[in-house]
């Protein structure tokens, strides 16, 4: 499954590069170009970092995000480089560690393992996100290629999340309600023309509070997110 998401979104990213090209045609085309509108659809990838990890506890394998999705462009000055993007979106997320999860009756527990104990370990989400973005930008009716500065916040709602252990022997995969629904945190992004930095840092842990491991330490980890973004249109 991970590698037809990846295949998937590599095709996803031949189709943006496309729509890339073409977006001055667009813009030549529109009637009024003085109420021009920009960066409305979003397509991203880059690396979790686990911040706050317990003793012991290191990442292994590669932590990725996935995102893509829509933002409404509702520029606020008449050279309409100044304004607010609300959107909605869908990512997803691999967190590659040493916290093993096992399943024992209706309890969940977690172990920080050697990593010579296991081959991989990960928590995995899914999620709707709802992105919030105050907008700057060096655009104008005719320019495609532009700075742009975008800052805000970011909510998501996790409609699957799963852990995975895969061992010598096999692989067990499960439902881990653990793993916090609700996702919030604050991001930046900014660059010039087609290549542009993303930044996300989570402000609530990916666990629910009271989650432990077996010796009694909690996990209070959150994600640092930081790869690249790709706006069109």
Known sequence: MGKSIMNLWMLFLGFLSLGLNAQTEIKTDQKDLSRYLEDQFYAGFGYNVLLGKPDGVVQRNLSYNLQAGFIKDIPFNQRRNFGIGL????????????????QNANTLVYEVKDVSDFNRSKFGTHAVELPFEIRWRTS???????????????????????????TDIGTNGFVNDDIEKWQYGIMVNFGYNTWN????????PLLKNGTVLGTGESIDIRALRIGVIFYIL
């Open 87 to 102: 959107g909605l979106g869908y990512a997803v997320n691999s967190y590659y560690s040493n916290i093993v999860v096992s």
């Open 197 to 204: 930095i993303h930044v996300y840092y989570a402000l609530n």
């Open 140 to 166: 104008t009716s005719e320019e495609y290629k532009f700075w742009r500065i975008y800052a805000g916040a970011k909510l998501g709602y996790v409609f699957s999340a799963r852990s995975r252990v895969v």
